[in-house]
């Protein structure tokens, strides 16, 4: 391109528009498929690895069914290892395939007998202040 440039200001000789037009294509296919054609081979070489996170979900209401089932269809990102509540009645049961763990009184025993990456809270209801207090 730069050549056709200088053909055309310095020595006054002028190219069709096509001649400019596939010069230009063609450099910009040469640099990003030089880019592309080294990014698959790196990532071929070396497969990117995701780091499962392991999540645990507070609250077994209608928020942590539909946040439980957006978590299991990306499975590939995360794991959703299971619930807790309050509601001492819901525990034992299965939600979306996944057992409801125990009380939320326990769950400091549940994250470290689970391997918890990320606690979600799904409790629409719960204060700031009662949700610190009990996490902490």
Same mark, same amino acid.
């Given at each position: 391109?730069?050549?056709?440039?200088?053909f055309n *200001?310095?020595?006054?000789? #002028?190219?069709?528009?096509t001649?400019?037009? +596939?010069?230009?294509? *063609? &450099?910009?296919?040469?640099?990003?498929?030089? %880019?592309l054609?080294?990014? +698959? #081979?790196?990532?071929?070489?070396?497969?990117? %690895?995701?780091?499962?996170?392991?999540?645990?979900i507070?609250?077994v209401? =209608?928020?942590?069914?539909?946040i439980s089932?957006?978590?299991? %269809?990306r499975? =590939? +990102? &995360?794991?959703l290892?299971?619930?807790?509540?309050?509601d001492?009645?819901k525990?034992g049961?299965f939600?979306?395939?996944?057992?409801?763990?125990?009380s939320i009184?326990?769950?400091?025993? *549940? *994250?470290n %007998?689970?391997k918890i990456?990320m606690?979600?809270?799904t409790?629409? &209801?719960?204060?700031?202040?009662?949700?610190?207090?009990d996490?902490k």
């Amino acid at each position: 391109m730069a050549l056709i440039l200088y053909f055309n *200001i310095a020595k006054g000789i #002028y190219f069709p528009w096509t001649v400019k037009a +596939l010069t230009w294509f *063609i &450099s910009v296919s040469l640099i990003g498929g030089s %880019k592309l054609i080294w990014r +698959l #081979y790196w990532e071929k070489r070396v497969p990117f %690895k995701r780091r499962e996170e392991r999540i645990l979900i507070v609250g077994v209401g =209608d928020a942590g069914e539909i946040i439980s089932r957006e978590i299991i %269809k990306r499975s =590939d +990102l &995360s794991e959703l290892v299971g619930f807790v509540d309050d509601d001492v009645n819901k525990i034992g049961r299965f939600i979306q395939n996944k057992k409801v763990l125990g009380s939320i009184d326990k769950i400091n025993e *549940i *994250i470290n %007998k689970e391997k918890i990456g990320m606690v979600v809270i799904t409790i629409p &209801s719960a204060k700031g202040s009662e949700i610190s207090k009990d996490y902490k």
